[in-house]
């Protein structure tokens, strides 16, 4: 039989769960603007994962790039070679394959940051929400205290200690500095979003009978609270995708990311640039292109997301 007590401490239908509600899908489906901004953040997604099969050359085999063909300017232009579609740059590299290379570096950057600022921030402003008192107190001074840098001279620092501490390996350590100092400063918009939340979850009714008939504090937040507190955090998530990618591109144009040997899009604006003002303005102004596409892609779609879940415009 079933238990009414259990019935009676059930957790209401969960963001995640109204992500697949009738209403927001069709809301999906009514919006040209969100299916476009998919349609386009796919794409993106799909030539970085699949550049070594979908790319025309392979931008990392030296013994395929010739100098000769170096800053050649795209195929409709005209002294341009029908091979390279954008053009090439001032090593002979195909534009359109180191795009689709960068893309990847860059992808792998922002997404692995965000996750882990995700797991920091939904886990401290769930903990810091429910328990409340000193706890509670000490989380939001940290989150107060991270606030003040900006998440830019944040990571020059943590890279310049990396450089630092470990001079003759910070090439293989690239990778993970960047993602350490992104998610440094963006974990904590999840822990105050998710902190706000929370305080209004564990006054509700649902709560405050798994605690009568004995439910562990553990248990409500992860089985009841943590669903109903995901909305705010999978809007924010689309958003700061986009945000930790243009940091990521921000600190490789400053020569501060990963090593030119593994360029990202940043590092591929950069190089663009010293060449610029000489007349080869693809060099720089398609990775530009492409860094837009993605970020834009992502934001829009965070805005339609943050709208699809607000029950006040449903």
Same mark, same amino acid.
């Given at each position: 039989?079933?238990?009414?007590?259990?019935?009676?401490?059930?957790?209401?239908?969960?963001?995640?769960?109204?992500?697949?509600?009738?209403?927001?899908?069709?809301?999906?489906?009514?919006?040209?603007?969100?299916?476009?901004?998919?349609?386009?953040?796919?794409?993106?997604?799909?030539?970085?994962?699949?550049?070594?099969?979908?790319?025309?050359?392979?931008?990392?085999?030296?013994?395929?790039?010739?100098?000769?063909?170096?800053?050649?300017?795209?195929?409709?232009?005209?002294?341009?070679?029908?091979?390279?579609?954008?053009?090439?740059?001032?090593?002979?590299?195909?534009?359109?394959?180191?795009?689709?290379?960068?893309?990847?570096?860059?992808?792998?950057?922002?997404?692995?940051?965000?996750?882990?600022?995700?797991?920091?921030?939904?886990?401290?402003?769930?903990?810091?929400?429910?328990?409340?008192?000193?706890?509670?107190?000490?989380?939001?001074?940290?989150?107060?205290? #991270? +606030?003040?840098?900006? !998440? %830019?001279? $944040?990571? =020059? /620092?943590? &890279?310049?200690?990396?450089? *630092?501490?470990? @001079?003759?390996?910070?090439?293989?350590?690239?990778?993970?500095?960047?993602?350490?100092?992104?998610?440094?400063?963006?974990?904590?918009?999840?822990?105050?979003?998710?902190?706000?939340?929370?305080?209004?979850?564990?006054?509700?009714?649902?709560?405050?009978?798994?605690?009568?008939?004995?439910?562990?504090?553990?248990?409500?937040?992860?089985?009841?609270?943590?669903?109903?507190?995901?909305?705010?955090?999978?809007?924010?998530?689309?958003?700061?995708?986009?945000?930790?990618?243009?940091?990521?591109?921000?600190?490789?144009?400053?020569?501060?990311?990963?090593?030119?040997?593994?360029?990202?899009?940043?590092?591929?604006?950069?190089?663009?640039?010293?060449?610029?003002?000489?007349?080869?303005?693809?060099?720089?102004?398609?990775?530009?292109? #492409? +860094?837009?596409?993605? !970020? %834009?892609? $992502?934001? =829009? /779609?965070? &805005?339609?997301?943050?709208? *699809?879940?607000? @029950?006040?415009?449903?």
């Amino acid at each position: 039989m079933n238990d009414p007590s259990a019935n009676a401490a059930s957790a209401p239908p969960g963001a995640v769960a109204r992500m697949l509600d009738s209403d927001v899908w069709h809301s999906f489906k009514g919006s040209p603007v969100a299916m476009l901004a998919a349609l386009t953040a796919a794409l993106c997604v799909f030539v970085a994962l699949f550049a070594p099969w979908v790319a025309p050359f392979d931008p990392y085999d030296l013994a395929a790039i010739d100098l000769m063909d170096a800053r050649l300017p795209p195929a409709w232009m005209e002294g341009g070679d029908a091979r390279y579609w954008l053009g090439t740059d001032d090593q002979g590299r195909d534009i359109l394959s180191t795009i689709m290379y960068g893309a990847r570096i860059s992808l792998a950057v922002g997404l692995a940051a965000v996750a882990l600022s995700v797991v920091l921030g939904v886990g401290l402003g769930l903990l810091s929400g429910f328990v409340g008192g000193r706890l509670d107190a000490f989380i939001m001074r940290v989150c107060d205290v #991270m +606030l003040s840098f900006p !998440a %830019l001279l $944040v990571a =020059l /620092l943590i &890279d310049g200690i990396g450089r *630092a501490m470990f @001079p003759g390996a910070h090439d293989a350590l690239a990778f993970a500095v960047l993602v350490f100092a992104i998610a440094l400063t963006g974990w904590v918009k999840f822990a105050r979003t998710v902190r706000g939340s929370t305080m209004v979850e564990r006054q509700k009714e649902y709560v405050q009978a798994a605690r009568v008939i004995g439910v562990s504090g553990p248990r409500i937040m992860l089985r009841h609270v943590l669903p109903n507190v995901m909305g705010p955090v999978l809007v924010l998530t689309t958003i700061d995708i986009g945000q930790a990618i243009l940091i990521e591109a921000t600190l490789s144009f400053l020569g501060v990311g990963v090593p030119p040997t593994t360029p990202s899009l940043g590092t591929l604006i950069r190089i663009g640039g010293d060449f610029l003002f000489s007349g080869e303005w693809w060099i720089t102004v398609f990775p530009g292109a #492409m +860094l837009v596409l993605i !970020a %834009l892609s $992502v934001n =829009l /779609l965070g &805005d339609w997301l943050r709208d *699809a879940l607000n @029950p006040r415009l449903r």
